[in-house]
């Protein structure tokens, strides 16, 4: 079983990035996945995260109106799109996935972890 993220990179406030998060060896549709973020010194928080059907959406006020998670279970890829960068967006951005939208959300029994992407915002 594999997360794999992808899309990080070096941008300028202001500016946008899509990350995607590519699943193989499960059954993605049947997953809640969300997007974590950690910046150096800091704790891990949870940024954005949808429920399987894509019907249910969780996004933290620190990036209300600018970051949208998507899926497209058919390609077992979620994607997040992130506009207006700011450098407080700085941070490895991870892909999870949880069979329980609600422990997803909670940060615990986590089923499965993508490897991380770095997302810089220069200012």
């Known amino acids: 079983v594999q997360l794999q993220a992808s899309g990080g990179g070096l941008v300028q406030t202001g500016g946008s990035l899509r990350l995607s998060c590519a699943a193989s060896g499960i059954t993605f549709r049947n997953y809640a996945v969300g997007w974590f973020r950690q910046a150096p010194g800091k704790e891990r928080e949870l940024v954005v995260a949808i429920g399987w059907s894509g019907g249910i959406a969780y996004d933290a006020d620190s990036v209300k109106g600018r970051f949208t998670i998507s899926r497209d279970n058919a390609k077992n890829t979620v994607y997040l799109q992130m506009n207006s960068l700011k450098p407080g967006d700085t941070a490895v951005y991870y892909c999870?996935?949880?069979?329980?939208?609600?422990?997803?959300?909670?940060?615990?029994?986590?089923?499965?972890w993508g490897q991380g992407t770095q997302v810089t915002v220069s200012s």
């Open positions: 999870a996935a949880a069979i329980n939208y609600g422990n997803l959300v909670a940060g615990r029994e986590i089923d499965y």
